[in-house]
């Protein structure tokens, strides 16, 4: 078997978070990070990628336009965070952001709660049954505030823990869109949602755009294994509450190897099902983060040519390989996306294919921004709302179904202390946005 060495990269050590020097070595079809700690010693090489559908150098060639990629020979130069603050050469461990991250935020998530209802066997954020005072609305407003100082008006996720365990989550959402801020998202696992209507209902009356749902498939022994209890009928009852008070939802399955990976092709048949309502299914394979089962082995990994090969599986190749394409804002081994329109015979009709991507750059922060504003928000069949919000004079049933039938397909492959490439994590544009008015990328914050 042929072994190659791709490039060299700087990585983490996983037992101590040292900064460590990695290899990316690719052996058949499968590409694995391969470093070594003074401390430590070898380190088992980790499965990133398999070659068989996507190939590596394909998928994460650069595109035309500014490249954000400090890695790309393009000759441009990078996105910039247009982040003032000193220059921190000890990344990731003082992240804030700094002069050296290469992206702007294109989405702040702010956790406003670390207590939790549920004792999930995985969790990436770990949470415990240590109490932690919530912060106050004022405190979070004060983190809103400096979000909007440092990154714009950008979609913020409101998250924890369980947010809805917060009676005054509808007054930090009216103060969010007091500042301004349009589109806000709830993660949540939907439990007080199915079964508290009228506080499902003081949320949308409040100005949230959307339920980023826990959804990891279609029947009890799913969740019995990933969140610890039976909660399918739950899922079905959150998103029957959303569709009556015109709440749009995206289902966000968490991916375990051998236990909801058969589910894919289901978990999009549901969200079919209840379009218009749900605007988007976002896979999110299993991360080790917070609270998991075991010390990940590669047979448990699931990376993204995974996700994409079984999406054109399990739909029969309604959707294929070929109609994804890599991010055009991080690094485009973080995620992946797709976007189809259900037709009246009710087949997913792709609107994007690889071979179409264009750029990727300074513009792309931009473009992302208004992707999630135009697409993860809900429309009545027969609106006529732009994604501004403004009224189109326009009756065109074709139309129509383009703008209340479209389905965002997408995914986030997040890092963990084993896979972890510091290059990868400074074009995060996924921040966190801390108590102490720092911005940090997802990964380094959860790690």
Known sequence: MTVTVESVCESLCPHCLRHVSARKITKGNDVYLHKTCQEHGDIEKVLIWRNDRVPFDIWTKPRAGTCCSSSCNCGETPASSGNDAAFHANCPYDC???PEHQQRTCSAIIEVTARCNLRCPVCFAGVTDICVPDSDADKIEQILKNVREKA????????????TLRDDLPEIIRRARALGFDHIQINTNGLRIAEDFAYAK?????????????FDGVDDDVYRKIRGRGLFSLKEAAVRAAAELRVAVILVP????????????????????????????????????????????NEDRIVVPDILAAIEAQTGAELTVENFIPSACEDPRCSFSALAVLNENGV??????I????????????????YVR??????????????????ENSADPAMDRIRNYSLCIS????????????????????HVATPDFKLVPFCAHYL
């Open 348 to 353: 997913l009709v792709p609107a994007t294919h």
């Open 411 to 430: 995914g986030m492959a997040f890092q963990d202390a084993w896979n972890i490439e510091l290059d990868r994590l400074r074009r995060c544009c996924v």
């Open 254 to 297: 968490t991916l375990v190897k051998g236990v909801n990976d058969g589910q894919i092709g289901a978990i999009l048949e549901f969200a079919k099902q209840w379009m218009p309502t749900v605007k988007g299914v976002h896979f999110q394979p299993m991360t080790w983060l917070g609270r998991y089962p075991r010390t990940p082995r």
């Open 202 to 214: 003081s949320l949308r009356e409040a100005g949230v755009t959307d339920f980023f749902l826990q």
């Open 374 to 391: 135009r697409h993860w928000k809900h429309n009545s069949p027969g609106s006529t709302e732009s994604a501004s919000g403004a009224p």
């Open 355 to 370: 071979d179409r991507v264009s750029s990727r750059g300074a513009d792309a922060a931009e473009k992302s921004i208004a």
């Open 152 to 163: 714009g008006v950008c979609p913020i996720q409101l998250s924890g823990g369980e947010p």
């Open 96 to 98: 804030g952001l700094c």
